[in-house]
């Protein structure tokens, strides 16, 4: 049996994935840029969030229309919820998307070799929640505006 990739050892933070191509993200934040709550999929990983840990907001999409990549920062603040029997849960947040000119764009990101091995990167197509590392979000956190 292999072991969990996430520990909370080597968790910097989670981090939830919105697609822009499905859905109007843009005119969603434009309108309200707090986030309360996201879609997450029952695991080993929900059993490991707790209130106060930090959540990235990833946005993904085609990489021609908008400036994907991290839209957002904030913190769990309860535990995942059930959804419908089979469904994905929800995760409450206290996060909030940054206005767009702040946002740290995929491409910024990608060249950052301290970001290689991220998730987000290597399987960008993972279900709600993926991670980064302690090393991962400090770099990160080194992009996102003071």
């Known amino acids: 049996m292999t072991s969990p990739r996430v520990t909370l050892d080597d968790l910097g933070a989670w981090l939830i994935k919105g697609n822009a191509e499905k859905t109007d993200l843009a005119a969603r934040f434009a309108a309200d840029p707090t986030v309360t709550g996201w879609c997450v999929r029952p695991g080993y990983r929900i059993r490991l969030m707790r209130a106060g840990q930090p959540v990235v907001f990833w946005a993904?999409?085609?990489?021609?229309?908008?400036?994907?990549?991290?839209?957002?920062?904030?913190?769990?603040?309860?535990?995942?919820?059930?959804g419908e029997p089979g469904g994905p849960w929800t995760l409450p947040l206290d996060l909030t998307v940054l206005d767009e000119p702040l946002r740290v764009r995929r491409d910024v990101l990608r060249a950052?070799?301290?970001?290689a091995g991220a998730e987000v990167f290597r399987q960008p197509q993972a279900a709600n929640p993926s991670y980064l590392t302690v090393a991962?979000?400090?770099?990160?956190?080194?992009?996102?505006p003071g």
């Open 60 to 82: 993904s999409g085609s990489r021609g229309r908008l400036p994907y990549g991290v839209w957002g920062l904030g913190r769990v603040a309860g535990e995942p919820q059930p």
């Open 112 to 115: 950052d070799p301290r970001l």
């Open 136 to 144: 991962q979000f400090a770099a990160v956190r080194e992009c996102l």
